[in-house]
């Protein structure tokens, strides 16, 4: 591995670490989609700034990074279709409560945060599995940001950003592909599930007495 490999695969575990101390905070908060900006980028808003949704698709990009090539657009595709669906799933089927939310992608994360942390090599049914879970229930997440807006519009945004997201999360990590480059996404995986897992003791300490 020659010294460029290795300087940008060093500096990439401190921006790992750094989006992880950033993700902590976020458990089920991001419901502040910015309506002024109308019902299309009310969508791509709201992905961006739902932490948990951003720390399951980069885990869930760093897993899939470990994969064959040839999955990473129909995982791509699947969150995509996904996203499109859970958001008229939820508007269609009433508000989830924000513990059951916090929960479900605290446990997504651990999942596939333990997944890219050990490399697990899978076929595709598990991965194109976790993508359409992980989609449904962003947009599930989102449905009580679409008051006043075209749900039609908002979910067309929030899908292509959840879609732009896990794209360039692929990018760069496929990037790494050095030695070094594996270990900071094998690092950076491990931090996802361990904030899952510190989210998901939050989300029912904060709630005590509430299943």
């Keep these: 591995m020659d010294m460029p490999e290795r300087k940008g695969a060093v500096c990439a575990i401190p921006l790992f670490l750094g989006f992880a101390i950033w993700l902590a905070p976020a458990a089920a908060e ?94 595709a049914a598990p991965l194109l599995g976790l993508a359409l879970v992980g989609g449904v229930v962003g947009g599930a997440a989102s449905a009580d940001a679409t008051a006043g807006l075209s749900v039609a519009l908002f979910a067309l945004g929030g899908s292509i950003a959840t879609a732009s997201v896990l794209s360039y999360g692929l990018l760069a990590a496929r990037r790494l592909d050095s030695d070094w480059g594996r270990i900071a996404r094998r690092a950076g995986a491990s931090w996802i599930a361990a904030i899952g897992l510190m989210v998901l003791a939050l989300s029912f300490t904060s709630h005590p007495g509430r299943v």
Excluded at 80 to 98: H, R, Y
Excluded at 107 to 122: E, H, Q, S
């Design 30 to 123: 991001a419901h502040t989609a910015l309506q002024g900006v109308g019902s299309f980028w009310s969508g791509v808003a709201h992905l961006l700034t739902s932490l948990d949704q951003l720390g399951f698709l980069l885990g869930l990009a760093i897993w899939t990074s470990f994969q064959e090539r040839r999955l990473d657009a129909r995982v791509i595709g699947t969150a995509f279709v996904a996203a499109l669906i859970g958001v008229w799933l939820g508007v269609s089927f009433g508000e989830v409560t924000l513990l059951h939310l916090a929960a479900a992608f605290a446990g997504l994360m651990m999942a596939v945060g333990l997944a890219g942390a050990t490399r697990l090599r899978v076929g």
